[in-house]
């Protein structure tokens, strides 16, 4: 509906290109056609397109239609957390929250059109949130179209056992360098991520990014390992020469150093650019 009231001036186009052209026919490809069926063939490639632009510049919009919000104060009881979040175009910034309380929080800005769910449960002394985001319609409105943000702040002195997201565009920013994280999931199909490594603990995890590139930040002491998977593309490495080695299968490990405190499996597509930057 929105689509149709901001098209309609097209058919005063088509109107008055019948009346202009009328039942006028021409050759094309050895077969004869009515004008006015190239007309609207034309028209309707036209409308398409505007359509496409206009989408297009909206696209990286922040909407501000609606904010929602979560915390929650860890009960006694709970000794790690979990964290999924399955998002639409949505950018996520992970970082930490309150350094005196427990708290979980995050906080959702986006589109109005956009329906999103933040479900708390607790089990056998673990805490999980769900946060689900979904289009309400199938074709969002012009007006409405953009892109989300998603913060999420976690407690510094929990065990973050999962923090894994998904978003069909946006970009990605962890910071989890005061965190306890043991394994981070994140698949991005559009946009980059930048990940700041925890800088105590054991971190595993998948990092797969389909449309842009990601950053490894690696705080002092950490030392890190980064395989591909097997059906990674072969993207551009960018790290320190006189600390990382680069082996044969993609896999890039620190020199002289058989324990690590990070190990990632990464998906990029080919040309894609990997960069770690050690932290001072």
Do not use: H
């Not at 501000?64 to 979990?82: A, C, G, N």
Request: hydrophobic residues 40%; proline residues 4%; glycine residues 10%.
């Amino acid at each position: 509906g929105d689509l149709l009231v901001r098209a309609w001036p097209a058919l005063l186009i088509l109107i008055g290109l019948d009346a202009l052209l009328g039942r006028r026919r021409v050759v094309l490809g050895g077969r004869s056609v009515s004008l006015s069926g190239v007309s609207f063939a034309v028209v309707l490639v036209l409308v398409g397109a505007v359509i496409w632009l206009a989408y297009q510049k909206q696209a990286d919009t922040l909407r501000t239609d609606q904010t929602q919000t979560f915390s929650q104060l860890l009960p006694d009881d709970i000794d790690q957390v979990e964290v999924i979040a399955t998002l639409q175009r949505t950018a996520v910034s992970v970082g930490p929250g309150d350094p005196v309380a427990r708290t979980l929080a995050a906080e959702y800005t986006g589109s109005r059109d956009s329906a999103v769910s933040m479900i708390w449960e607790t089990r056998a002394g673990t805490g999980s949130l769900t946060i689900t985001e979904s289009m309400g319609d199938t074709i969002p409105r012009l007006e409405s179209y953009g892109r989300a943000a998603l913060d999420l702040r976690l407690p510094q002195d929990t065990s973050i056992s999962l923090l894994r997201f998904a978003s069909t565009a946006g970009d990605g920013t962890l910071d989890l360098a005061t965190l306890r994280v043991e394994r981070v999931e994140a698949n991005l199909a559009g946009g980059s991520l930048v990940l700041t490594l925890p800088s105590e603990g054991v971190l595993s995890g998948r990092l797969q990014v389909a449309g842009g590139d990601i950053e490894l930040r690696v705080p002092p002491g950490v030392a890190l390992t980064v395989g591909l998977a097997d059906d990674s593309g072969e993207p551009v490495y960018v790290y320190d020469e006189f600390k990382y080695d680069l082996l044969r299968d993609g896999t890039l490990k620190q020199e002289n150093t058989e324990e690590f405190q990070a190990g990632l499996t990464i998906w990029l597509r080919s040309g894609a650019t990997l960069r770690v930057t050690d932290l001072p």
